[in-house]
């Protein structure tokens, strides 16, 4: 158990709807990324947040948008749901040290 | 920009050593790591080297490090099929940021 939660782990929805993803980060990391990994292809970096604060954005599209909560919890929203945003989307917390990014098990979403 | 790259494959015996590479480009990487994924589940951290070190062993994994050619490796020693994974490579910049490799599929043969 890497100490980092999310939620839900499966997700089934239809084109053109909006979801919210939810990751608890291990207690005390201020650090939370977002990745989308689709099927048999590599981490796509989304969005870092860093204490509340936004600190680095990657490939992340227009009807994506994320927050940090003051209790360090984040949400990434997902909008205007296509079939291609079917993927597997994983929360990571870090402590900025050396033990680098815990990741949590990810939220499989499926777009019908 | 910041790149890291790594094979896609590998296919190795049951028994056999595995050697997993990956090359990045960034010279003020503080840490390099290695992450297992194993299907359907997150990525767990193997290990991970700090930049001014050449080689870290942790039971059957040897990781090495060419800081010269901006080079980094993981050995699996004796690879059982409990090792079929993806191995993700990653490399700490500046600013908490992580810049990571493509992934290698580990491919064990009987």
């Known amino acids: 158990d890497s100490g980092v939660t999310q939620t839900p782990k499966h997700l089934i929805t239809a084109t053109g709807q909006r979801v919210t993803l939810r990751c608890s980060p291990r207690s005390g990391d201020l650090s939370v990324y977002w990745y989308q990994q689709s099927l048999d292809q590599g981490l796509q970096f989304l969005i870092h947040?860093?204490?509340?604060?936004?600190?680095a954005k990657g490939n992340i599209l227009e009807r994506f948008s994320a927050q940090q909560f003051p209790d360090l919890h984040s949400e990434l929203n997902l909008s205007s749901l296509e079939l291609g945003d079917s993927a597997l989307y994983f929360c990571?917390?870090?402590?900025?040290?050396?033990?680098?990014?815990?990741f949590g098990q990810g939220t499989r979403l499926t777009v019908v | 920009g910041e790149d890291v790259e790594q094979s896609l494959f590998l296919s190795v015996r049951e028994g056999d050593s595995s050697v997993i590479n990956c090359t990045y480009t960034?010279?003020?990487?503080?840490?390099l790591y290695w992450y297992k994924q194993e299907p359907g589940a997150g990525l767990q951290l193997l290990t991970y080297i700090f930049s001014n070190m050449d080689m870290k062993q942790d039971q059957r994994l040897t990781v090495l490090l060419n800081k010269k050619d901006k080079h980094l490796s993981l050995r699996i020693a004796d690879t059982q099929t409990g090792d079929s994974a993806i191995y993700f490579c990653?490399?700490?910049?500046?600013?908490?940021?992580?810049?990571w490799g493509a992934g290698t599929k580990l491919i064990i043969k009987p």
């Open positions: 990653a490399e700490s910049i500046g600013n908490y940021q992580l810049i």
């Open positions: 960034d010279s003020s990487s503080t840490y």
């Open positions: 990571a917390s870090s402590a900025g040290t050396a033990e680098g990014a815990f």
């Open positions: 947040y860093y204490n509340g604060e936004e600190r």
